[in-house]
């Protein structure tokens, strides 16, 4: 259920109306539904008496079914304005006051009985319909043997739907309800106990916003003036404090209406907690929302490594081996040490090279495809398409020519064969089904072909990477020259490793693991960040033409096939287009957590916290990213040029001001779209270089804007971009564009 938005002032109207049902309307259906079940009854007693002069067992189990209907509508009547205030807080739209925990514990009271009735509601309908047939055929004694099965199998059912009920969590403690329940009541509840702590702690004064998007990284305000505290919400004692306050301990949920939003939001004002402590009893959990605590060196003080969490919990499915081998991300010590020195090797400016030259290759052919239509809706597909094309350049040194979404389609509808390509974007599209089911479930002959072609995709990707691995030790042993891609760097560092150290190098299935890791991460995470800026710089024409315009400055007339990876560092406008779009919508946060067997402590202000090993750090990449503190106060808006700075004219290189223009330098620990640390991103530079590559393609020659609806300004069409990247937006597997194709774009030239 959706609470319709409303607006801030009295002037603004709401940008975007999500589904709601009102109070009114919420009521009226429950008693109009209850009215029609009456009328039925009436009508079944009536037939009754007019007919048989009698009831019988069937009778009597809708009259009590009735009763339990009736007084549903009745429990509804006394507590829906309950369930309502709670939505409304959750929603901003009601300030949480002292009465939140109390209504939220009669809402749960509703919610017990209403299940409750439901289940026996409904065993009464099956056994009104059981005595009913039984009536009907009494002389038949095969039906009978038959009814008893079923009588038995219904009372059955019904008492384990009973007795699988979670009553603790609608009447245990608040620390039962928080800890171990997953209803969606108790998330409810976790959020009011969460409002709650949060008015005792702090007063906040809850205040929506225009827009969805604000109002979700809005923070809340507070009297409090010491900036230097440790915000509380967890049992933790910790010195000079009161009480412990209750606590919450839902894993990986993000409440941004706590005052820092661990997903995608932004933040109002300065006065927000340095830090979050979400429930340590169960799983430690801290999230930081100051950008000087999420510096690497703040957080482990004695040196301890807090490690990047990158761990798939792969069940016992026959997944393929390189989706089942630990990676880089996972090793410790040493071995991750040799991990990191043999992978990154990979990364270098040679295959930066390759990258750039395919990036400018494939985009020009996006491009060509793009202005030879209309409008283009399939926008995020191409884009993802673009995307696996340089990854299959860079991995394995294989190109391929450019298909459009339609093009595509017809292409793969006449032929069933299956490329490296093809494979590894089935896989990439499909890895949730992978994990989940396992390459053997996959494989079955009674599923839908669309789900065994999965299992082909996974088997032919497997095939190419070992004849592409046999084929490049093979030339090494021989001495022959290496092509430019991660899969001969991988394999020549990993053989070099094998005889200059005594760790070894890499075994084989750890250089599958680790080329899937690569194309897995490096496809839908710049993917969706193309999508992102392009439906950003729709938005914002302006910026466009001021991206235009470094890049006609750099390239000139050259053609394409005249661009040098020389180019890139001067493109720093395009690069800031990337920055600024990661900034608002990083799409992979990631976590670390405190390796080692002691705990080590975080000093905030005049107090310290003890941080037990195991505990997960949790950068609140909304709040970091959109601190005022560090940003301005138009963090909240999409602004590349925050990230360039002129340099003084007299100390300048050339008098044309572009060339004059320099990257923000950025304070340590205040941006972490590629994370940070020792295990930042090891493919920082490749996804920078194919952004830039691909946004210089694209912008110099044309520019794009949304499709105009009948009698729509242009002003208006892109006010309705802005809305669907707020309003559309949320984490799938990455945080991304949910139907980005509900606004088309056309091209034109400059």
């Known amino acids: ?31 109009a539904g209850a009215a029609l079940s009456l009328i039925f009854v009436i009508f079944r007693l009536y037939s009754r008496f007019r007919g048989p002069g009698r009831l019988y067992w069937d009778d009597a189990f809708v009259i009590f079914a009735e009763v339990l209907v009736l007084t549903s509508a009745g429990l509804w009547q006394w507590g829906a304005k309950f ?68 009588l038995i199998f219904c009372l059955v059912v019904y008492a384990i739907s009973l007795g699988d009920m979670e009553y603790s969590c609608y009447k245990g403690s608040l620390e039962v309800i928080e800890g171990y329940c997953t209803s969606h009541a108790a998330n409810d509840f976790t959020v009011a106990s969460l ?75 300065d ?62 010590g040493a071995e991750w040490q040799k991990h990191r020195r043999i992978t990154a090797s990979s990364f270098n400016d040679q295959n930066n090279v390759v990258v750039w030259s395919e990036a400018v290759t494939v985009a020009h052919d996006v491009l060509r495809y793009w202005t030879s239509k209309p409008s283009i809706r399939t926008a995020a597909d191409d884009l993802r398409t673009l995307s696996l094309h340089i990854m299959s350049k860079a991995g ?13 389609k017809a292409a793969a509808a006449a032929d069933l064969s299956l490329t490296y390509k093809e494979s590894l974007q089935i896989i990439l599209e499909n890895c949730i089904l992978v994990f989940a089911l396992g390459t053997k479930f996959l494989a079955k002959p009674w599923l839908p072909k669309k789900l065994r072609r999965i299992h082909d995709a996974c088997t032919s990707f497997q095939n190419y990477m070992i004849q592409v691995y046999e084929e490049e030790k093979r030339a090494y042993l021989q001495g022959q020259s290496a092509d430019r891609n991660f899969m001969t760097s991988l394999v020549r560092a990993s053989q070099d490793e094998a005889t200059n150290s005594s760790l070894g190098g890499l075994t084989e299935s750890e250089i599958y693991g680790n080329m899937f890791t690569f194309n897995f991460a490096g496809h839908d995470t710049t993917a969706h960040t193309f999508t992102f800026a392009l439906y950003f710089l729709a938005a914002n024409p302006d910026t466009q033409d001021w991206v235009s315009e470094e890049i006609r400055h750099v390239m000139g007339d050259r053609e394409p096939h005249e661009w040098l990876y020389s180019d890139y560092p001067r493109l720093k406008r395009c690069l800031a287009v990337m920055y600024e779009t990661l900034r608002l ?104 270089v194919e952004f830039v590559a691909v946004m210089a ?29 707020e309003m559309d937006s949320a984490p799938v597997l990455l945080l991304q564009m949910l139907h980005p194709e509900r606004c088309p774009l056309v091209w034109s030239r400059r």
């Open 697 to 725: 393609s694209l912008f110099r020659d044309w520019r794009v804007g949304p499709v105009l609806a009948d009698g729509e300004s242009p002003e208006s069409a892109r006010k309705r971009v802005l809305e669907l990247i």
């Open 271 to 332: 006065s927000h907690p340095p830090v979050l402590l979400p429930s340590p009893s169960l799983q430690r959990q801290v999230i930081v929302c100051s950008g000087g605590l999420s510096d690497h060196d703040t957080i482990a003080p004695q040196g301890n490594q807090i490690r990047r969490q990158m761990e798939y919990r792969v069940t016992q499915h026959e997944t393929p081996p390189y989706m089942q081998v630990p990676q880089y991300q996972w090793a410790q």
């Open 83 to 150: 369930m309502y205030y709670v939505l409304e807080v959750k929603s901003g739209l009601a300030a949480p006051g002292p009465e939140l925990i109390p209504e939220m514990w009669k809402f749960l009271d509703v919610t017990l009985a209403m299940e409750l009735f439901f289940y026996t509601s409904l065993i009464l309908v099956k056994l009104s319909f059981l005595f009913f047939f039984r009536r009907l055929g009494q002389n038949v004694q095969r039906q009978r043997y038959i009814w008893w099965f079923v």
């Open 396 to 408: 394995f040194g294989k190109s391929f020519k450019f298909q459009g979404h339609d093009e595509r």
């Open 1 to 31: 259920m959706f609470i319709p938005r409303r607006s801030a002032g009295a002037s603004s109207a709401p940008l975007l109306e999500p589904p709601g049902i009102s109070y009114d309307t919420f009521l009226g259906v429950i008693w």
């Open 585 to 688: 919508y990083t799409p992979v946060p990631t976590s670390k957590f405190v390796d080692g067997e002691t705990s080590q402590p975080l000093t905030v202000g005049d107090k310290t916290l003890v941080l037990p090993p195991g505990t997960m750090i949790v950068p609140s990449y909304a709040s970091l990213q959109t601190d005022p503190k560090y940003w301005g106060d138009d963090s909240l808006e999409w602004r590349p040029s925050r990230f360039i700075k002129s340099t003084n004219p007299t100390t300048g290189t050339t008098g044309n001001p572009l060339d004059n223009e320099e990257f923000m330098t950025l304070d340590r620990g205040t941006y972490l779209a590629w994370s940070g640390g020792a295990r930042d991103c090891v493919g920082r530079k490749f996804s920078q």
């Open 195 to 269: 409002f709650s702590a949060s008015a005792a702690k702090k007063k906040p004064v809850w205040t929506p916003t225009d827009t969805y998007y604000q109002r979700l990284r809005s923070r809340m305000k507070t009297d409090n003036k010491k900036k230097d505290t440790l915000y509380d919400l967890s049992a933790i004692s910790l010195p000079g404090e009161p009480e412990p306050v209750p606590t919450f301990n839902k894993a990986n949920i993000s409440f941004p209406e706590s005052g820092c939003d661990t997903t995608r939001g932004a933040t109002s004002n």
